[in-house]
Every structure is written in structure tokens, then in C-alpha cells.
DNA sequence: TTCAATACTCACCCTTTGGTAAGTATTGAG
DNA sequence: CTCAATACTTACCAAAGGGTGAGTATTGAA
């Protein structure tokens, strides 16, 4: 049971992009990776508030067997073993950033305490963050 | 245990947009309101394969709540309900289409018997469809 | 000899998600 | 009276997703 192994039939690209990218910590994981260029598995554990070791090394693995992260192992005492994007990883990211505005600005409006149905709040321009978060 | 009721904390855009758009049907009934305009509830059912009854009023329902589509009830026997997408729901539909290309991509690199490192299948350009699919 | 530090690995369990199949409500047609 | 057509609604069940907590392997330092 190490992976999920889906990879397809997808019924369009969408389901093919979210085969990649659901799963709780995946686009922290992304996220994470596109800050800092490389990290270690203990930095990306507390990087990402609330991870279990589980889930953050299922995920890796999952990741890594997608081609969006590559991982790099120190044979040293204590071990150390560093996680970067791939060009493929750094090219979903880039495909996630309309998205990720998109929930920014859902998000705004809902602490706003948001009507949902108008697209934008009348007025409140979108503050437009650097990345996808 | 009508609706889901989620709506955050979020920690991210990404988040925030995944929240709405996670679910096995949603995209799909994105797509085809966008392809269609307008639908009614037995022509979704036969529009989306495999789809259960029971799912697919659920993913409506809950786009109804995050002002993704609306839903026109006529009062007719036998009973005729619209639905179709907002404003709301036509801009994450945009915003999905990103993804949805990168997703499109990587699925034509499965399918060549892809090699998932290498961001692009070298020299074969992608071809791109309309919308998300 | 014991401990610390790091990166996992495993067994167990609970919650969420989604499917199946049957039932409800309405009213005009036969 | 029964049936068809549409849009749900409900009860029940199985699978997937994710959390907890403990265990493993390695070796230098105390």
C-alpha cells in the first residue's frame, strides 16, 4: 500500500491535475518547496503546522513518483534528506496561482462576512499576494 | 447533515478554493454548465456517467451555497429545475483553466507512456481544448 | 552504556466520501 | 385506479483519507 497509483482514466485535465494535487498537504507542500528551493523532512514537518510524519512522507513519496519534487539522501549520522520542486513541480505551481487567487479573494469576502453570489465585494480591490497562498 | 459547512479556517488561497471545488463531480458540473449554460437536474445526471443521484444534488446543493451556480425552479408536473452558473462560478471556472491545461498535459504525457520528470514530452507540442477538459 | 538526533515505518482506528437501492410527491394520461 | 415522468430523499454500507503513538536504524557524544 505505499501509493495510490491512480493515474488515469481521468475524464479531463482538471481530474488529471487534482489526481496530482488533492491530498491535505500537498499544495503546502508546493508552497513550502517554491519558497525555500530546498528542505530538509524535519523542516518541512515544521513548516507545515499540524502534519503528521505520515501523511507528510506519504505525500512526499506520492509527489516525488508524480515528478513534481525530487529527493536527495546525505548517507550521514543523523541522516539528512533534502526535498526540492522539479522543473515539472515549479510548472504546477505555476498552474495553481490564478486558483489560488481565486480562493484569496473568496476567502477575504468571507472574513468580510462574505456574500457569497457577488463575484467581488463592490469597491474592495483584491490584494494580490506573492505566491499561492 | 444537509451541507458540508467548511468554509475555513483556511491557511491558504489554494485552500480556500479547494474547499469548493473538491468533490468527485464538481468540476465536471462546472464544465458543462459552462458548455451548456443552462441544465436541468435529469440532463446533468445523464451528462455526467457514472454520477449518482444522490451525489450529484449533493455537489449542487453545496455550489448552490458558495454561489457558484443557481438553481430555477419551475412549478410544472412533472417538476422542471435550471441550473446554471453565476458570475462566481464563471470566474473559478477561469481560474480552473490553468490547471486544467497543465492537467491535459500531463495526462497526454501518461498516455505517450510518459516519462513524468521531464516537464515537456521534448518537442511535442500540446495541443490545447477550449475549456478545462 | 545510554542518549540524542534524524528520517522514517507500522499497526490501529476514526471520519469523510461516495455508491446502491428503494421510497416520496405531484398530476395528467390511459 | 394505475402508470409515467421528474426531482429529489433516505437508510445503509464500503472504501479512502488521515490521525495517533510507538517502534526502527545509525553512530557520535557524554
Redesign the pocket.
Known amino acids: 500500500m505505499a501509493s495510490?497509483v491512480?493515474r488515469g482514466p481521468y475524464i479531463c485535465g482538471i481530474d488529471a491535475a487534482m489526481d496530482v494535487v488533492?491530498?491535505?498537504?500537498k499544495s503546502l507542500i508546493l508552497w513550502e518547496l517554491d519558497n525555500h528551493g530546498t528542505r530538509?523532512?524535519?523542516?518541512l514537518?515544521r513548516g507545515l503546522t499540524?502534519?503528521?510524519?505520515?501523511?507528510l512522507?506519504?505525500?512526499?513519496?506520492e509527489m516525488e513518483e508524480d515528478g513534481l519534487i525530487s529527493?536527495e539522501?546525505y548517507r550521514e549520522?543523523?541522516?539528512?534528506?533534502?526535498?526540492s520542486l522539479t522543473e515539472h513541480g515549479r510548472s504546477l505551481n505555476a498552474a495553481l496561482r490564478p486558483l489560488g487567487e481565486w480562493g484569496t479573494g473568496r476567502w477575504e469576502r468571507l472574513a468580510a462576512g462574505g456574500d457569497l453570489a457577488s463575484p467581488w465585494p463592490a469597491g474592495a480591490p483584491l490584494l494580490q499576494t506573492g505566491g499561492n497562498s
Open positions: 495510490k491512480r488533492s491530498g491535505k498537504w530538509r523532512f524535519g523542516e514537518r499540524g502534519v503528521s510524519e505520515k501523511m512522507i506519504q505525500h512526499l513519496r529527493r539522501v549520522v543523523p541522516p539528512r534528506v533534502e526535498y
